[in-house]
Structure formats: C-alpha cells, structure tokens
C-alpha cells in the first residue's frame, strides 16, 4: 500500500471519526454508523480527486510522484509544456498518468485527471487519444500488432518508440506529446489515415 492511499485512509477515518464524535448523543446509533460509514467513503473518494499533497509536497521528477502514488515502474516519460505523461509498467501491461508540472518540480494529479479523449481501434493498430483535465495538454498512445510501423501525424509530433514488437508476441508501442490538438487531427499509420476525434 502506498503513503498516498495511506494518508487517504487516514484522513477519511479522521473526518468519520470526528462526525461519529460530534453527533453521538444528538443521533440514533444505527443512523450514526450509516453516516459515518457514506462519509468515510466519500471523503475516500474527494481526497483521490483532489490531491491536497500538492499544497505543500512538490516531487522532484514524475517518478517520484508516480512511486508516491504506487506506480511503481515509470518506465517512459513524454514531456508536454506544462505536464508529463507517465507511462508505467512491463512488456504487454501499461498503465498511463498524466502529472502537472510545477514552478520548481512536479505535482500530483487526482485519479480523474487523465481522460480518454478519442480512440480508434482498427484490425493492426490501437490510439488513444489522451488529455489532462481542463487544459489542452493531449498526447497519443499508439499499440501496433507488429513491428514498428512508419508513423506521423498532422501536427509533425515526435513519436517516441517504446517498445519494438517483433510481430509475433509482442507489439509496437508509441507515445507523443501533441501540442496543438484539434478537430481535423490525424494520425497516418503505413501510409493509411485515421482521424482520431
């Protein structure tokens, strides 16, 4: 268990526990238990959204607030302006987060922040399109059934290679950071078009 889920369970047993004691003797026991049970839950739930370390924790790189987080492998890094895509994981298995950067390092981002903007699913090719909540920070994440394919967009990003597949047990997968986003973006695989929207 990380310090992150750590320090949310705490504090959301702090605020039950503290609403069990105010009210104690001013509600019935059963109504005390249900209450205090919904609020250790949805406070759970808001602290994950809202990540109240950023206040005064900033981390040094992505890594760092990735293994706060419990992200334990960050294995690659795309740069953004003003955020950072993690991708985390080993051959087959990844997970993405995206981290805000700060002034003098990197914060935290709550559980919603990464969105699944678009997506394009085809018979030898996966995109997904990504975003960070309430900017126009995107990057695309692109799984190729085989090996690495001749890619680009129409923004002229920077394809990161991060796994060469051999075409037979593994795939090819690609990152970018795409700095102008909008909606007549493509993505050109071994010459055929997609556009993700």
């Not at 026991?29 to 005064?56: G, H, S």
């Not at 994981?89 to 993405?96: I, L, P, R, W």
Request: some cysteine.
């Amino acid at each position: 268990m990380s310090l992150y889920q750590i320090f949310r369970i705490l504090v959301s047993i702090c605020i039950a526990g503290a609403f069990f004691l105010l009210f104690r003797k001013k509600l019935r026991r059963k109504t005390l238990y249900i209450i205090a049970a919904a609020l250790l839950v949805l406070a759970d739930i808001a602290l994950c959204e809202i990540p109240v370390e950023n206040a005064f924790v900033t981390f040094a790189s992505p890594e760092s607030a990735a293994q706060y987080v419990g992200i334990d492998h960050g294995s690659f890094i795309i740069d953004g302006a003003d955020t950072g895509l993690l991708i985390s994981g080993e051959t087959g298995e990844y997970q993405e987060r995206i981290f805000p950067k700060a002034q003098d390092g990197w914060k935290l981002s709550g559980e919603g922040a990464t969105h699944i903007r678009g997506f394009y699913s085809g018979t030898d090719a996966a995109i997904q399109l990504l975003q960070y909540k309430d900017t126009a920070e995107y990057y695309l994440l692109v799984i190729y059934m085989g090996t690495p394919p001749v890619l680009s967009d129409s923004n002229g990003s920077a394809f990161q290679l991060l796994q060469a597949g051999d075409g037979y047990t593994t795939d090819s997968i690609f990152a970018a950071y795409v700095p102008q986003y909008g909606a007549s973006y493509a993505v050109t695989i071994n010459g055929e078009t997609v556009y993700i929207s």
